[in-house]
């Protein structure tokens, strides 16, 4: 079974292969391809982009560097018409590159695409949620390689309370603040440090990966538009460069709206300046908006926070309701409730949250302000050869942990929310279909013998949060949700069985909406 290609964008490769120093997650990047016989390619058409560079020397010689990798070429008679149709509008003759690179994805030749340009990863995800998985940013690229071939080597991040004071100045994560803001010690000696601020802090491989300063606020004292009486004002919101992608960032949005979903503020809202991208897209996806831009060029995103029933508008699926609403979700009528068994294994794949009940800190369900609280993502992918079929986006998934040597055991542990499903056919398509949510190692992957007589069913959900304490077998025996055993595959729950598993949750961060 060959191992899956990666095709890298023009703007990896330079960072690469300029003279400058290579970046250090840039370079792990390589390294890992290189250790587990992964692919790297740049397409034929990178030789066009850096064809455009003005600087004759800085040209040539960069060109001489792209045969140090292999290529993929050109598909013959493929137009830019052929193209727009697909990826949309092509203004410009980058927009032609980027296009020409999906394509790639698109008919098998490269699994993922690596490439720090917002634009690309935006035009991939107008195209299909399946493509934007499979074109991901270089920190979540390492991420994914890591994860994948050495399971056993990752160390979860953490998301950890701290005062500001408790950060040295001299810490790396502060470098780029400065760039675009010389007063920036001033202002965390004078206002962070000061006031005693509150920093939510992730360290990645032993370093400051990730930093959220937040600051409470009321109304008629905010720069918030939205009204609220208790409002959370994300002061600063920064991922290291070199850990940039959408893990990290995910991973910190979810400690925000965690936190401020449970402790009933009215409004969280950040500022950020347009060349924030990644940052901008990853908050709307999650219902923040842009309310108003300041005289300085930031602009204001808010989301609004609620404890009321959930509206799903005309036209708008419950999955998307439950999205921009999140962590809240919809438990009205025509909403489905499932039971997914799962082995101990997956499930600590999928919530490392859950996996050390020693861990006096553990993230209830809808969070907490908890230090030392291991982290994970928001949106997930789980594998499996279950029978029904789910076609629902915004049914509830409830995630049953089969006899398990490590607590817990037996018991319903967590919530999620069905986003969508596919059928993978072989290896090759768990890979690209899993994308860069994966948390399955190679070696499960192969496992699954994905086969066009046996496919494997690829269920993307958000994960909405534990439930603690999660509700044991026998009380699920007892409330008549399983008749007498656990299911061994995913089970549709009847309407009755899914509200008494709703009323068995008693510390919700926010009353179930039904």
């Known amino acids: 079974m060959s191992a899956p290609n990666y095709l890298i964008d023009t703007n990896v490769f330079i960072h690469l292969e300029d003279a400058a120093a290579v970046p250090a997650e840039f370079a792990l990047l390589l390294q890992l391809a290189a250790k587990h016989g992964v692919g790297v390619f ?24 792209v045969d140090k990798f292999r290529r ?23 927009d032609v590159v980027d296009a020409t690179l999906l394509h790639a994805l698109t008919i098998g030749v490269a699994d993922f695409l690596i490439t720090q340009d917002q634009g690309l990863h935006d035009r991939a995800r107008r195209h299909s949620a399946e493509l934007a998985g499979r074109v991901l940013y270089v920190a979540d690229a390492v991420s994914l390689l890591r994860s994948t071939y050495e399971p056993l080597e990752i160390a979860i991040p953490f998301v950890e309370e701290i005062d500001a004071h408790a950060i040295p100045l ?22 962070c440090v000061k006031e ?3 920093c939510w802090v992730v360290t990645d491989d032993g370093q400051l990966g990730g930093l959220i300063v937040r600051k409470d606020e009321v109304e008629g004292h905010t720069d918030a538009k939205l009204p609220g009486k208790k409002i959370l004002k994300i002061c600063t919101f920064k991922v290291r460069p070199e850990r940039r992608g959408v893990k990290l960032g995910e991973l910190l949005l979810k400690q925000v709206l965690w936190f401020s979903q449970t402790n009933a503020y009215d409004v969280a809202y950040v500022t950020a300046f347009p060349n924030q991208q990644t940052l901008v897209e990853l908050i709307g996806y999650y219902g923040f908006v842009h309310t108003y831009t300041k005289e300085n060029g930031e602009l204001v995103y808010e989301k609004p926070l609620s404890r009321a029933a959930l509206d799903i508008h005309e036209g708008q699926t419950p999955f998307d309701a439950a999205r921009l609403a999140y962590p809240r979700f919809a438990t009205s009528n025509a909403i489905t409730g499932y039971v997914v068994p799962i082995k101990e294994t997956f499930h600590e794949s999928l919530f490392p949250e859950l996996v050390d009940k020693r861990q006096p800190d553990l993230f209830a369900f809808a969070g907490s302000a908890s230090p030392n609280t291991p982290g994970n993502t928001i949106r997930k992918v789980y594998l499996c050869r279950a029978q029904a079929r789910l076609d629902h986006p915004g ?21 999620g929310i069905f986003e969508n499903m596919t059928l993978a056919s072989s290896t090759e398509d768990l890979r690209r279909m899993a994308g860069g949510r994966s948390v ?55 309407r009755e069985q899914l509200l008494t598993v709703l009323g068995q949750i008693r510390n ?4 179930l909406l039904h």
């Open 42 to 65: 740049v397409h034929e058409a990178a030789r066009d982009d850096i064809a455009r560079d003005r600087d004759v020397a800085r040209r040539q010689i960069t060109l001489s560097k």
């Open 72 to 94: 993929i070429a050109k598909v013959r008679g493929l137009s830019e018409t052929d193209l727009a149709l697909h990826f949309g509008a092509l203004s410009k003759p980058n």
């Open 170 to 191: 001299s810490d790396p994560i502060f470098d780029s603040l400065r760039e675009g803001y010389p007063e920036f010690d001033d202002w965390w000696r004078s206002k």
């Open 196 to 198: 005693m601020r509150k």
């Open 395 to 415: 049914d509830i998934l409830l995630f049953y942990k089969g006899k398990s040597e490590k607590p817990p055991s037996q018991a319903i542990t967590t919530i």
């Open 440 to 494: 399955y190692s190679d070696e499960q992957l192969r496992a699954f013998d994905a086969s066009q007589d046996r496919p494997v069913k690829v269920i993307n959900f958000l994960l909405i949060g534990h439930i603690a304490p999660p509700i044991a077998l026998e009380t699920l025996i007892h409330a008549s949700v399983f008749a007498g055993h656990p299911p061994q595959s995913i089970v549709r729950l009847r």
């Open 508 to 511: 919700f961060g926010f009353r």
